[in-house]
């Protein structure tokens, strides 16, 4: 199993990104996929999660609104829509799956989640 996040980048405040989770050796589409990020210095926090061909979402409340998760399951890519950045969403974004968790929301810890990507930097500037 391998996942590689792509699209992190330094934007001003209110900006957007896209986010990009591409997973290899293991099909997305019935799995939970969780959206984390870890600030400087601070503890790993997960910020969404998307499950069963997309049709279930969760967001942290300090992201709800903003973030939105997709999934392309012919591309076997997982999405994180980022609009309205503020500065404290800047972090190291990964994205984690495991196929044993099948309640997929942002309360699972970062333990459960057995296959991490690398991350990517998302850089929010006041």
């Known amino acids: 199993v391998q996942l590689v996040e792509s699209g992190g980048g330094s934007v001003q405040a209110v900006g957007s990104l896209r986010l990009s989770c591409a997973a290899s050796g293991y099909t997305i589409s019935r799995k939970c996929i969780a959206w984390f990020r870890q600030p400087p210095g601070n503890e790993r926090e997960g910020v969404a999660t998307i499950y069963y061909l997309g049709r279930t979402t969760y967001y942290a409340d300090s992201v709800k609104g903003r973030f939105t998760s997709s999934q392309d399951n012919a591309k076997n890519t997982v999405y994180l829509h980022m609009s309205d950045l503020k500065p404290e969403d800047t972090a190291m974004y990964y994205c984690?799956?495991?196929?044993?968790?099948?309640?997929?929301?942002?309360?699972?810890?970062?333990?459960?989640?057995?296959?991490w990507g690398q991350g990517t930097q998302v850089t929010v500037s006041s």
């Open positions: 984690a799956t495991d196929p044993y968790i099948y309640s997929c929301t942002t309360s699972v810890p970062s333990g459960r989640f057995g296959y």
